[in-house]
Nanobody, 124 residues
Framework: QVQLVESGGGLVQAGGSLRLSCAAS??????MVWFRQGPGKERDFVAA????????YYADSVKGRFTISRDNAKNTMYLQMNSLKPEDTAVYYC???????????????????WGKGTLVTVSE
């Protein structure tokens, strides 16, 4: 059973930066994905990275501001978030999927493993 643990959330002012991490309990040759869920909202796709790290995908709302990466030697995925906005406030979840392709990466139901989330709050 793979366990995913997020860290790095916190309170930041608009325009600031945060880096989230997602540590896996073991090596997983899966694509990994960041989702987020704002207050009263559904869980939405943020970014995904292929198992090798060679392909990345972003939601339009974060493109150009967020960067997803992974270090397979450390079994860790990252999300560098720059130019944060109040609307980025959410609980951020990492997930892993054995599916291949952006069609699947955006779908909550196609994730095999989930972390418990880390809260990011962006103030005005």
């Amino acid at each position: 059973q793979v366990q995913l643990v997020e860290s790095g959330g916190g309170l930041v002012q608009a325009g600031g930066s945060l880096r989230l991490s997602c540590a896996a309990s073991g090596h997983i040759w899966y694509a990994m994905v960041w989702f987020r869920q704002g207050p009263g909202k559904e869980r939405d796709f943020v970014a995904a990275i292929s198992s090798s790290g060679g392909y990345t995908y972003y939601a339009d709302s974060v493109k150009g501001r967020f960067t997803i990466s992974r270090d397979n030697a450390k079994n860790t995925m990252y999300l560098q978030m720059n130019s944060l906005k109040p609307e980025d406030t959410a609980v951020y979840y990492c997930a892993a999927t054995s599916a291949v392709g952006i069609y699947y990466y955006t779908r909550v139901g196609d994730m095999d493993y989930w972390g418990k989330g880390t809260l990011v709050t962006v103030s005005e």
